[in-house]
């Protein structure tokens, strides 16, 4: 059973008022074509294009009908990504929409002309996507996931829960740009909070069969697991294994935690994907990307599981239940 934080507004009839409007932009008979690339699997972000399809539900698209969704999958694996945008661009879709730094630099290597709208961009400045949040130029706009201080919070949930914690071992990927970035975010805040980092870089599956080796062997005192593709596509092995080593964590995804994981926290992805449906919406009416500024994230998510908190011996705070948005019992 989960226990959801009330005061959730519903947007279904606003969606009916505008839903004339969005299908008046296209020519009679002439459905826009949308390209989404996923990271994952259809099955491990369903719950990702759930949300992105609601949103373009709200503003009068109807998959099928009035628009169409060229959906492709890369499976965890990156280098996949420009056989895939290529094909995407084959099909002369009218606007990419794709999540998270490594995806959406392989879009902006591929082409200059196809609007892309991203989602959940680390740092999309820093790792030269845009050129500013608010006037991002070229053929990009869409949402960034960036947030001060972020990885600093979850440490200091994971020392709110194990108060002894002295050393976190970290799982990054460094394919990522801004993961690099993350992981000295990582150490940064490790190092206000006295604890020592074992930092594990994983860009393969073998890899991070190798850094589940390593934890085995070294056995720290929790994990932490950045925000990657790899990650949430593996969710399943690596939360497997965390439970199995009595492993205590706070990831980046609820989906780790829906896997079995104690806690996240971080931005609401599906909520991203939901508003991403109103840069579509702009972009099929003649906006340009390079007008529209960047979001940054509107709400965020502490999500936690009391099931994998007893399995660990665990005595979850009142403080952090309080404050947690999701209670998995």
Known sequence: MKIRAAGLVTTVALGLLLAPLATQAQPPGKAPRIGFLGNSTAALEANLVGPFRDGLRELGYVEGQNVLIEYRWAEGKYDRFPALIAELIALKVDVIVTAGTPATLAVKKATTSVPLIMIAVGDPVGTGIVASLNR?????????????????????????????LSRV???????????????????????????????????????????????????????????????LHNRARIMEFAAQHRLPGVHAYRELVEAGGLMSYGPSYG?????????????????KPADLPVERPATFELVVNLKAAKALGLAMPQSVLLRATDVIQ
């Open 136 to 164: 991002p130029g070229g053929n990009i706009t869409g949402l960034t996931s960036i947030s001060p201080e972020l990885e600093g919070k979850r440490l200091e949930l994971l020392r709110e829960v194990v108060p002894k």
């Open 169 to 231: 071992a970290v799982l990054w990927n460094p394919v990522s740009p801004f993961q690099v970035i993350a992981e000295k975010e990582v150490r940064a805040a490790a190092q206000v909070l006295r604890m020592n980092v074992m930092s594990l870089g994983v860009r393969t599956l073998e890899e991070l069969e190798d850094a589940l080796a390593a934890l085995a062997r070294e056995r720290p005192g929790a994990l932490l697991v950045l925000a990657d593709r790899l990650f």
């Open 271 to 287: 909520g991203m994907h939901r508003r991403a449906a109103y840069y579509v919406d702009k972009i099929l009416k003649g906006a």
